[in-house]
C-alpha cells in the first residue's frame, strides 16, 4: 500500500486509492514494470495480472466462438493470432529476464508489502544516506516500528556526521528531521524550539491547507 | 581537465598511476562521436593494403608476376607507436573514451551515464574514488548533451513529438466523430484529453507553488500548449536543478507521462479502437491515430521503467528495488526494447481481449448492431497493430552524437 508522505486522516486514502487506481490500469494495459514496486502493485500481484492479461484473448475469443454472432471472423486463424502474440510476448520475457539482473528478479515474485520493504531497505543498507532517505522520504506509518532503532542510531552518528559533513547531511536534511531523532545538543545547537523546520513537501501545504 | 588536476602538482603526479592516458581518453570523451568516420577510413585503408600486400606475395610465390625489378611495399598503416604496453592502455584508453557518446546517447540523465559508463569500464575504479573525477564527469556529460546537435534533440523531439501528434490526432479524431454524427465518441473523447490536461495543471501547480505567479504562469502555458512533455524531457536531460521545486525533474516527468498513459493514452486509444471496429466508416486517418496512441501507451511506459531504474538516485536510495537492467550499454539497449516489445505483444492481444468482450457483452445483451459485418475488423485491426508495432523504426537508437569539438579544440590550444 502507498501511503503518501505528508497525507494524513482521509487525504491519505484518498491519495492511495488514486494512486492504486492509476497504477491498476497501467499494469493491465502497458505491463509497466515500475509498477511491480512494493508500495505499488507489489511484484507477486504485478506478475499475476500480467499473466492473467495475457490469457483474457483466449477467453473473449472462446465467448465470441460459442456466441451467435453472424458472419463471424475465423476462429482459427484468430487463435492462431493470439499463440503467436503470446508466445512472442513469453519468449521476451523470457529474454528479459536473461538480459536483467537475476539479483533482482525476485522483485517480480515478491510478497513483501510498502512497510515490510521499507523496514527491509533501512535495515539491510550499511550507506547512512540510503538509510535516512528510507525514513525520511516515505510515509512515517511505514518505519513507526522501527523508530526507537532509528533514533538509536541517529544519536550514535550524528556528531560523526556533523564533524565529516557527508554530501546529503545539509541544512535542509538537518531541518526535515524531528527533534526526537536528534541529540539534545544538536536541536539546541539548531536554535531549539524554534530551528529552522521543514518536512517532505506535504499535500496539504501545497493545497495551502496548512500553513508552511 | 587541466584546469581541475593541472593545478595540484600532487594531482598530475597521481594521474598517471590512477588511469595512464587520461588525456587520450577526454579527448574521446570530448569528441563525442559514436562514429569515427576517420577511424573508419584508415581500417578501411589498412584493410586494403593487407590484402593487397597479400596478393603480391602470392603472385610472387606462384611466379605470376612480370617483373622482378620493382620493390613490393606494403602500404603505410597508420597504427599506434611506442612500447606494447603503453599502445595497449592508449588504445584501452581511446576506447574507453569513445564508449562514452553511447552511453550519453541512451540515457536520459548525465549523471546516470556516467554512473553507467564508470560500471562498465572497471579501468575507471580508481578514478571514480577520487573526490573530483565523477563531479567533473557529470559537468562533462551535462555540457555535451547541451551541445549536442543531436542527442538532446532526440530526448526532447521525442519526449514531445509523440504527445504532440497523439494530441494532434485525437483532435482530428473527434472533428471526424462530430461530422459523422457520433457525439457521444466524440465528448468522451475531448472528456480524456480535459481530464489529462487538468491532471497535468494541478501536478505542474503542485511542483510550483513556491515560485513566482509569472513562473507558474509559464509552467502552465507549457501544459496547454503541449509543451510541457518536450519541457520535461529537455530538463531532465540536461540536469535542470531547482531547489524551490517540489520533486526532481526525473520524477516529474514520470509522473506526468503516468497520467497522461492513464487518462489519456490508454482509455483514448480503447474508446477510438472500439468505435473504429463498430463504425461503418474506416479510415486511415483513425487508424493512424489508433496506432499513434498505441505507439505513445507502449514506449512511454517502456521509458519510464528504464529512467526509473537507471537513475543514480534511485539506486541510491532504492538499492533493493532498482538495478535490474545491467550497466553494460548492449544489455541497456537490449532490455529496452525487449521492455517495448513485451508491450507490443502483449497490447494488441489486451486490445483484442477488449474488441471481443464489448462484441461478447453486446451480444448478451441482445443489442442489435446496425453494421453487423464491420466485426470483421478486430483481426484486421489486431494484425495491423501487431504489424506496426513489429516493425523495427518503433525502437531505433539514432547512431550519431556530435558535438564537443569546441571543447577538443580548447584542449588543444591548452598550453
Given amino acids: 500500500m502507498l501511503w503518501i508522505a505528508g497525507l494524513e486522516g482521509a487525504l491519505k486514502y484518498m491519495g492511495a486509492l488514486v494512486t492504486h487506481s492509476i497504477v491498476k490500469v497501467l499494469v493491465d494495459y502497458t505491463g509497466m514494470l515500475h509498477c511491480r514496486g512494493p508500495k505499488l502493485a507489489g511484484g507477486a500481484l504485478f506478475t499475476f495480472q500480467t499473466i492473467v492479461s495475457q490469457c483474457y484473448p483466449f477467453v473473449a475469443l472462446h465467448f465470441y466462438k460459442t456466441s451467435e454472432i453472424e458472419d463471424k471472423t475465423d476462429v482459427d486463424m484468430l487463435n492462431t493470432v493470439f499463440v503467436i502474440l503470446a508466445s512472442s510476448w513469453f519468449l521476451c520475457v523470457l529474454a528479459f529476464l536473461r538480459v536483467t539482473n537475476r539479483d533482482f528478479w525476485h522483485t517480480f515474485w515478491s510478497t513483501a508489502t510498502g512497510w515490510q520493504f521499507t523496514v527491509d531497505s533501512y535495515n539491510k543498507s550499511n550507506d547512512p544516506e540510503t538509510k535516512m532517505l528510507t525514513i525520511f522520504e516515505n510515509h512515517h506509518s511505514f518505519t513507526e516500528s522501527i523508530k526507537l532503532e532509528v533514533i538509536a542510531y541517529m544519536h550514535e552518528h550524528w556528531a560523526e556526521w556533523e564533524r565529516t559533513k557527508p554530501a546529503w547531511f545539509t541544512p535542509n536534511f538537518i531541518a526535515s528531521v524531528d527533534d526526537e531523532f536528534m541529540p539534545q545538543h544538536a536541536v539546541e545547537a539548531e536554535g531549539g524550539a524554534r530551528r529552522r523546520r521543514s518536512s517532505v513537501p506535504s499535500v496539504r501545504e501545497m493545497l495551502g491547507i496548512e500553513k508552511e | 581537465m587541466t584546469r581541475v588536476v593541472g593545478k595540484s602538482k600532487a594531482s598530475k603526479q597521481l594521474l598517471p598511476h590512477l588511469f595512464p592516458n587520461f588525456e587520450s581518453m577526454l579527448i574521446h570523451i570530448l569528441q563525442n562521436k559514436i562514429v569515427d568516420v576517420g577511424e573508419t577510413r584508415d581500417k578501411a585503408k589498412a584493410a586494403i593494403g593487407k590484402i593487397k ?125 462530430r461530422a459523422s454524427g457520433n457525439t457521444k465518441g466524440a465528448y468522451s473523447l475531448m472528456a480524456m484529453i480535459g481530464s489529462n490536461v487538468a491532471v497535468q495543471l494541478a501536478i505542474t501547480y503542485l511542483q510550483n507553488r513556491k515560485k513566482s505567479n509569472w513562473v507558474i504562469l509559464r509552467e502552465l502555458a507549457f501544459v496547454v500548449t503541449f509543451l510541457k512533455p518536450g519541457v520535461d524531457a529537455y530538463r531532465v536531460a540536461t540536469g535542470h536543478e531547482d531547489e524551490d521545486a517540489v520533486m526532481n525533474p526525473l520524477l516529474e516527468m514520470s509522473i506526468g507521462k503516468s497520467a497522461e498513459l492513464a487518462f489519456e493514452s490508454i482509455p483514448g486509444g480503447l474508446l477510438q479502437a472500439y468505435i473504429f471496429i463498430n463504425s461503418p466508416e474506416k479510415t486511415i486517418f483513425l487508424l493512424i491515430s489508433i496506432l499513434i496512441s498505441t505507439l505513445t501507451t507502449g514506449f512511454s511506459s517502456a521509458m519510464i521503467s528504464f529512467d526509473m531504474d537507471i537513475s543514480v538516485a534511485n539506486r541510491k536510495e532504492v538499492p533493493l528495488f532498482y538495478g535490474y537492467i545491467k550497466d553494460g550499454n548492449k544489455e541497456r539497449l537490449i532490455t529496452f526494447i525487449l521492455q517495448v516489445s513485451e508491450w507490443s505483444g502483449g497490447g494488441v492481444a489486451k486490445r483484442a481481449k477488449l474488441t471481443f468482450d464489448s462484441l461478447g457483452a453486446d451480444t448478451a445483451c441482445c443489442i442489435p448492431q446496425p453494421q453487423p459485418h464491420s466485426r470483421h475488423c478486430p483481426t484486421v485491426l489486431s494484425e495491423r497493430e501487431a504489424n506496426v508495432r513489429r516493425h523495427p523504426c518503433r525502437t531505433v537508437f539514432v547512431p550519431s552524437l556530435q558535438g564537443g569539438e569546441e571543447r577538443l579544440r580548447a584542449l588543444d590550444r591548452r598550453p
Fill in chain 2, 53 to 177: 600486400s597479400g596478393i603480391v606475395s602470392l603472385s610472387s610465390k606462384l611466379g605470376i608476376t612480370k617483373t622482378n625489378s620493382k620493390v613490393d611495399i606494403a602500404p603505410a598503416i597508420m597504427g599506434p607507436t611506442g612500447n606494447e604496453n603503453e599502445n595497449t592502455s592508449k588504445s584501452e584508453a581511446i576506447r574507453i573514451g569513445k564508449s562514452f557518446a553511447m552511453f550519453l546517447l541512451t540515457t536520459t540523465e548525465p549523471s546516470a551515464a556516467v554512473d553507467a559508463w564508470a560500471k562498465d569500464n572497471k579501468q575507471l575504479k580508481d578514478l571514480m574514488e577520487t573526490d573530483w573525477f565523477e563531479p567533473m564527469m557529470n559537468v562533462i556529460a551535462k555540457g555535451l548533451l547541451k551541445s549536442s546537435n543531436l542527442g538532446l534533440k532526440w530526448r526532447v523531439g521525442l519526449g514531445a513529438g509523440l504527445s504532440i501528434m497523439d494530441m494532434i490526432t485525437d483532435a482530428g479524431v473527434i472533428n471526424n466523430y
